[in-house]
T-cell receptor, first 112, second 114 residues
Framework: DQQVKQNSPSLSVQEGRISILNCDYT??????FLWYKKYPAEGPTFLISISSIKDKNEDGRFTVFLNKSAKHLSLHIVPSQPGDSAVYFCADLQQAGTALIFGKGTTLSVSS | NAGVMQNPRHLVRRRGQEARLRCSPMKGHSHVYWYRQLPEEGLKFMVYLQKENIIDESGMPKERFSAEFPKEGPSILRIQQVVRGDSAAYFC????????????FGSGTRLTVV
């Protein structure tokens, strides 16, 4: 049973517009969530995170929103740039855990 | 200031052979994690090690797979008698302490079993 779900395998956006990537989770309230970005033939790179005690975290063009009642988080990228084209993974770090639980990823394509 | 180094980048093995994947953590990092990514899947946790200790191996297959992180040298993920289903990208990550937030991944080893 998937604990972290990214239901959209792909997303296409025009340069300058907003990209919204979504993620649903099934575990407890006290988790910690991370977004990773991955280019082909490279390892995932940490992008931004959010603690379950917050509902928003912002870092430059990247903002993550957490809706605890819906067990849903989203990553907003604005404005989107062609260099943002990559696979984005949502990951869940459970409070007592040592492992990240990853979603299957969403491939973002930003066209110029 | 090198990041997490994995080698080889690509490894081809025939069925039944052994595969050894190496990971050198970032300088100052004493915690190592191995993940596997099968085609069209997300990364799946395999094992978490500290120097000379396996802390969590809940994601390791019960047979043929082993991992170590010796006092000196890199962490090794060893797969004995490889099968085609072992073909995947294997990623190593390291962190400086027990906080796993945003730990750093290597570029991975792509294992192909023919």
């Amino acid at each position: 049973d998937q604990q972290v779900k990214q239901n959209s395998p792909s997303l296409s956006v025009q340069e300058g517009r907003i990209s919204i990537l979504n993620c649903d989770y099934t575990n407890s309230m006290f988790d910690y969530f991370l977004w990773y970005k991955k280019y082909p033939a490279e390892g995932p790179t940490f992008l931004i995170s959010i603690s379950s005690i917050k509902d928003k975290n912002e870092d430059g063009r990247f903002t993550v929103f957490l809706n605890k009642s819906a067990k849903h988080l989203s990553l907003h990228i604005v404005p989107s740039q062609p260099g943002d084209s990559a696979v984005y993974f949502c990951a869940d770090l459970q409070q007592a855990g040592t492992a990240l639980i990853f979603g299957k990823g969403t491939t973002l394509s930003v066209s110029s | 200031n090198a990041g997490v180094m994995q080698n080889p980048r690509h490894l081809v093995r025939r069925r039944g052979q052994e595969a050894r994947l190496r990971c050198s953590p970032m300088k100052g990092h004493s915690h190592v994690y191995w993940y596997r990514q099968l085609p069209e899947e997300g990364l799946k946790f395999m094992v978490y090690l500290q120097k000379e200790n396996i802390i969590d191996e809940s994601g390791m297959p019960k047979e043929r797979f082993s991992a170590e992180f010796p006092k000196e040298g890199p962490s090794i993920l060893r797969i004995q008698q490889v099968v085609r289903g072992d073909s995947a990208a294997y990623f190593c990550a390291s962190s400086p302490d027990s906080l796993q937030r945003g730990y750093t991944f290597g570029s991975g080893t792509r294992l192909t079993v023919v």
